[in-house]
Antibody, heavy 126, light 109 residues
């Protein structure tokens, strides 16, 4: 059974740092891109960051570039999100999710987020 | 950046109704479009990928269509368990920088 379990959330002051973790099990973690998605209270979903299987490529939404870092440890089946210089607008429930390739047509592959964790809450407030 | 716009933002419907939600991309995304369902207090659940392919285990009353910039999610006969918020998501970009629509909340009439 695929499981993703996030941890590390909490209350932090503006300008502070927090490190989120996502423990993966039930699948070959090293074979999948992984992603972080967040959801502010009462708001919609916002993609935050992606990381390639081997960690060689990483992509971020503009609002977190230069402040957040995504990393992974394939030996430990673990995904991380290091969040620095936190702002009130970073307050959200943070989900990790698996990037699944549904199918490919030639070089065109169709990806989706097929498994999600339960989320970990980050609150940035003084 | 590709922007995704869903309509309506909310709707009220009755059990048995046919419900249609639309999603428009700010530029062509071929069929790189996914739909998710989210119930309160739970993580999103993948319903449809590649615009029209039903994810395994998802009831056949859900269907998706469209290509380019205009997409539709249809629930053919709304069931009590379908009251939720629905999101579209594009995954067209290279490099992969994805965006979600703002969501459509389906409520009980």
């Amino acid at each position: 059974e695929v499981q993703l379990v996030e941890s590390g959330g909490g209350l932090v002051q503006p300008g502070g740092s927090l490190r989120l973790s996502c423990a993966a099990s039930g699948f070959t973690f090293s074979s999948y891109w992984m992603t972080w998605v967040r959801q502010a209270p009462g708001k919609g979903l916002e993609w935050v960051a992606n990381i390639r299987q081997d960690g060689s490529e990483k992509f971020f939404v503009d609002s977190v570039k230069g402040r957040f870092t995504i990393s992974r440890d394939n030996a430990r089946n673990s995904l991380s999100l290091q969040m620095n210089s936190l702002r009130a607008e970073d307050t959200a429930l943070y989900y990790c999710a698996r990037v699944w390739v549904g199918h490919c047509s030639g070089n065109d592959c169709y990806r989706a987020l097929d498994f999600w964790g339960q989320g970990t809450m980050v609150t940035v407030s003084s | 950046d590709i922007q995704m716009t869903q309509s309506p933002t909310s709707l009220s419907a009755s059990v048995g109704d046919r419900v249609t939600i639309t999603c428009r991309a700010s530029q062509s995304i071929s069929v790189h479009l996914n739909w998710y369902q989210q119930k309160p207090g739970t993580a999103p659940n993948l319903l449809i990928y590649a615009a029209s392919t039903l994810q395994s285990g998802v009831p056949s009353r859900f269907s998706g269509s469209g290509s380019g910039t205009d997409f539709t999610l249809t629930i053919s006969s709304l069931q009590p368990e379908d009251f939720a918020t629905y999101y579209c998501q594009q995954n067209y970009n290279t490099p992969p920088e994805w965006t979600f629509g703002q969501g459509t909340k389906v409520e009980i009439k």
